[in-house]
């Protein structure tokens, strides 16, 4: 199943749990929820509702290793029975007259998702890139007015502010807008300082890696480099124009690859002030997309 369907069908599972802060991982094909709000008459819910209907026996739920104390065990086959109940109540009129009913299941079902777009293409088109609206640039614009709807609850604002600062961040790596016969890098072998990678982690890390100093010494540095120019320039556009930027990078620098995938020192070297660029403007960009959504 996608990644989007899962994460949709355990957002309204936990909309009926009414469980609101928590932290979701991913364990092999398992996904974990953690949450101290997470109480006795939930747990009592989640065996009952999902392990025992799962699973068609009453006994699984006694035995059951998908729930704790504050975490909650979502496996392949929860999944896919959260997701036919789901499919069923889409289908009423009932449900889809009720306000608000699927606000967390449509948050979740966005996460994790990158851009991928057909090899050549020299922009984003959203009805032939992403025609179910969740992708990277739909995420950011879906989160945006989670944050900013004075009827959103405030448990859904916290989960759109963190999911607005890591889109943007990701939106601006240029591979997170990557081409589709290769998954954004995540498929092509390259060799890096005698290491053996995928493209996508050379652009996430690899050649960030070679900078001196730490994390916070590196930010501090590029933010002692930005131009006021600059500055006021990049306080402008929307996520669609970043994702065409992206696409833009990756035609002219990232994919002339050499024959033998050997990154060189010298494609190095011109990644390196490319990827310096990438993180200030991220930066920029974020601060002003909150100030403008918050007002």
């Not at 989960?159 to 943007?168: E, G, Q, R, T």
Request: aromatic share 8%; glycine share 6%.
């Amino acid at each position: 199943m996608l990644q989007s369907k899962s994460l949709r069908a355990i957002g309204q599972s936990l909309e009926i749990l009414r469980v609101e802060a928590f932290e979701l991982e991913k364990e092999d094909y398992s996904y974990v929820v953690r949450s101290k709000s997470l109480s006795p008459t939930s747990q009592w819910i989640f065996r009952n509702s999902v392990v025992e209907r799962v699973w068609d026996s009453p006994g699984a739920a006694q035995n059951s290793t998908q729930v704790g104390n504050d975490w909650l065990r979502y496996d392949s086959t929860d999944i896919s029975w959260l997701d036919a109940q789901g499919r069923k109540s889409r289908r009423s009129a009932s449900f889809a007259q009720v306000r608000g009913v699927s606000r967390l299941s449509q948050l979740l079902r966005t996460l994790g998702e990158h851009l991928d777009v057909a090899r050549g293409s020299s922009f984003y088109d959203r009805d032939l890139d992403c025609p179910e609206h969740n992708c990277i640039v739909e995420g950011i614009n879906w989160y945006l007015k989670v944050l900013s709807s004075n009827d959103s609850p405030l448990a859904e604002k916290e989960v759109a502010l963190n999911w607005i600062a890591h889109l943007v961040g990701d939106i601006h790596q240029p591979l997170h807008v990557g081409f589709k016969d290769d998954l954004g890098g995540t498929t092509t072998k390259v060799s890096f300082r005698g290491k053996e990678q995928t493209l996508h982690e050379v652009w996430d890390t690899g050649i960030l890696e070679t900078e001196n100093g730490s994390a916070k010494q590196i930010a501090k540095r590029l933010d002692g480099q930005i131009r006021d120019v600059d500055r006021k320039a990049w306080q402008s556009g929307t996520p669609k124009d970043w994702a065409n930027e992206s696409i833009a990078i990756n035609t002219r620098y990232v994919y002339p690859l050499p024959e033998n995938h050997e990154i060189s020192e010298e494609y190095a070297k011109r990644a390196l002030p490319i990827l310096r660029k990438r993180l200030v403007q991220a930066g920029v960009w974020l601060a002003w997309l909150l100030n403008e959504g918050l007002k």
